[in-house]
T-cell receptor, first 108, second 117 residues
C-alpha cells in the first residue's frame, strides 16, 4: 500500500545549525501538508503545498514540493530551542497519509 | 488561529463499555472533520472522515461498527468507541477543516487519552 516515509527519524542539532527533514511518498500526491507536534501536544498545521515544484517560506522555515509531487522537504535555518518537536508531513494520495515524523532536538 | 476542542481529555473505562468523545470547532463551521489515533511515539493514523449531515468515510481496516462517528452539526462531531477493549487504548485526535477563502487549513483538537482496563 501507499506509504509516506520521512527521514531522518531523529535529528539532534546544536542551536544555530540548520535542519532538514525529507518526506517521500510511494505514489503521487495531490497536496502535501506539514505539521509540528510539540512533546505532549497535538499537531499544529504549518503549511500546505499544492503545485508541482512549489516553494513556500515562513520566516526561518522553507517548504518544498517536488516536481513529481512525490516528495517534499522542510528546511529550518538557524534552529532555535523553540523549534523542538516532531515534524510530520501528510499527503493526499488515494487516501490521506501522515508521514512517520522526524523528531528534532535542539541543543542549546 | 481557529480553535478545536475535545472532550474529555482523558477517560478510563472498563472493557466492554462504550465511550463517546466529542470534537467541537469553536469559532468556525466545519463541514468536514477528521478522526485520528496515535500510538506512543508514532505518527497519526487517519481513521475516518466525518462529513456534516452524511455518513462518515472510514479508512481501510477501521471497523465502522466499532468506531461510530456522528457529525450532526457544523461544529460538532462525535466518536463512540463501542465495546471497548484494552487494544483500543490510544490517543484519539480530531481535526476540523476550515476554508480560509483561498485554501483549506486543518486545526487539531488537543486529543483524548483513552485507557481501557
Amino acid at each position: 500500500g501507499q506509504q509516506v516515509m520521512q527521514i531522518p527519524q531523529y535529528q539532534h542539532v546544536q542551536e544555530g545549525e540548520d535542519f532538514t527533514t525529507y518526506c517521500n511518498s510511494s505514489t503521487t500526491l495531490s497536496n502535501i501538508q506539514w505539521y509540528k507536534q510539540r512533546p505532549g501536544g497535538h499537531p499544529v498545521f504549518l503549511i500546505q503545498l499544492v503545485k508541482s515544484g512549489e516553494v513556500k517560506k515562513q520566516k526561518r522555515l522553507t517548504f518544498q514540493f517536488g516536481e513529481a509531487k512525490k516528495n517534499s522537504s522542510l528546511h529550518i535555518t538557524a534552529t532555535q530551542t523553540t523549534d523542538v518537536g516532531t515534524y510530520f508531513c501528510a499527503g493526499q494520495g488515494n487516501q490521506f497519509y501522515f508521514g512517520t515524523g522526524t523528531s528534532l532536538t535542539v541543543i542549546p | 488561529g481557529a480553535v478545536v476542542s475535545q472532550h474529555p481529555s482523558r477517560v478510563i473505562c472498563k472493557s466492554g463499555t462504550s465511550v463517546k468523545i466529542e470534537c467541537r470547532s469553536l469559532d468556525f463551521q466545519a463541514t468536514t472533520m477528521f478522526w485520528y489515533r496515535q500510538f506512543p511515539k508514532q505518527s497519526l493514523m487517519l481513521m475516518a472522515t466525518s462529513n456534516e449531515g452524511s455518513k462518515a468515510t472510514y479508512e481501510q481496516g477501521v471497523e465502522k461498527d466499532k468506531f461510530l462517528i456522528n457529525h450532526a452539526s457544523l461544529t460538532l462531531s462525535t466518536l463512540t468507541v463501542t465495546s471497548a477493549h484494552p487494544e483500543d487504548s490510544s490517543f484519539y485526535i480530531c481535526s476540523a477543516r476550515d476554508w480560509t477563502g483561498s485554501e483549506y487549513e486543518q486545526y487539531f483538537g488537543p486529543g483524548t487519552r483513552l485507557t481501557v482496563t
